[in-house]
């Protein structure tokens, strides 16, 4: 190699090493990111919606990034083991986390733990709403939200509800109707959905504000009488079905989301890249019709839009949840 060959690649390599170190951190991590698989915590059981928003989701946003979004499901206690796995690792946008909205209520549940979500997490953006129905066994007596509010005032707490643990959305929705009616009902956690979901359909509960997306083919089937949905609106795959604030009870809206955080301190271009990214994926046709047909209903938006949406839903479910007496089982 000649003299001034040498020269040239001397200087290239130092023009380039000084056009690296001129750059952020941030803006090399952003150039960078991602270059290896996306872990996506839900820490919730496989089959929920959570679960199944996430990975319809998480197919799409693959294909954005270049690199595969998978699942990995790390349930318990509302939600604080799959949190504790993410804060574990480092704040890279490689491991990404689903809160939900039954996270809202673990300050109650583990007071001693002193958990802030949004110190701890930083909005990336949301991935679905979901609704609850007020359902009933098909051989119940039980056909409106008024008969059972009467039922509940004849029979304090003889009249059972099942949810799939405390502070779950069917237990706060629970609650919530007891707050309004001034009714007793007991309420009956499981540690597993499904076996809530079996003893209704067995009729060993007398009710349940059970998810839409597990209602629908119950319901669909003759298996479950549906009363109402606790949505502001009709779902569009019940459309018979009136909502509770129809029915007569003002106020009575609770619906749950689901949305991708990624621990505090990671680099703002890398949460705005996952942020595009979950958008697009909420926004595409194929998307929006796969979760449609689950009654899970999503809604692009910005982080910190659902920032605003994390702290006014948590306000609302430390209300119930307070006002309810809600303890860890």
């Known amino acids: 190699m ?60 693959s294909s954005g990034l270049g690199q595969t979004v998978f699942v ?10 799959g949190l504790g796995e993410v804060l574990r690792q480092p704040a890279d946008g490689y491991t990404v986390y689903m809160l939900s909205s039954a996270s809202l209520v673990a300050p109650l549940l583990f007071p001693s733990q002193s958990l802030d979500l949004l110190k701890s997490l930083e909005p990336v953006g949301m991935t679905a709403w979901s609704y609850n129905v007020l359902v009933a066994p098909p051989g119940s007596p039980l056909g409106s939200p008024r008969e059972l509010e009467a039922a509940a005032k004849a029979r304090p707490g003889a009249l059972s509800f099942g949810s799939g643990g405390n502070g779950t959305p069917a237990h706060l929705a629970g609650a919530l109707f007891s707050q309004q009616t001034g009714s007793q009902l007991t309420h009956v956690p499981y540690n597993q959905f499904p076996m809530a979901v079996g003893d209704l359909l067995a009729g060993r509960l007398d009710t349940m504000f059970l998810t839409a997306s597990a209602a629908l ?72 019709e796969r979760l449609g047909t689950l009654a899970l209903e999503p809604e692009p938006m910005t982080p910190a839009r659902f920032r605003s949406v994390i702290a006014a839903e948590s306000d609302k479910w430390l209300r119930i949840g307070r006002s309810a007496g809600i303890k860890a089982d």
């Open 2 to 61: 000649t003299d001034p060959t040498k020269r040239f690649l001397a200087t290239a390599l130092v023009a380039a090493a000084a056009l690296a170190a001129l750059l952020p951190a941030s803006a090399m991590a952003q150039q960078a990111y991602p270059s290896r698989p996306v872990r996506l915590i839900v820490p919730w059981a496989p089959g929920t919606p959570a679960d199944v928003a996430g990975r319809v989701v998480a197919e799409r946003m």
């Open 72 to 81: 990995e499901n790390r349930p318990g206690a509302a939600g604080t083991v």
């Open 217 to 288: 083919p119950q319901i669909q089937a003759g298996k479950l009488r549906a009363l109402a949905v606790t949505g502001a609106r009709r779902l569009p795959g019940l459309p018979a079905v009136p909502t509770m604030i129809e029915q007569g009870y003002a106020g009575f809206e609770l619906r749950s989301f689901d949305g991708m955080t990624v621990r505090s301190g990671t680099p703002r271009e890398i949460v705005e890249r996952l942020s595009d990214e979950l958008a697009k994926a909420a926004a595409s046709p194929e998307v929006r």
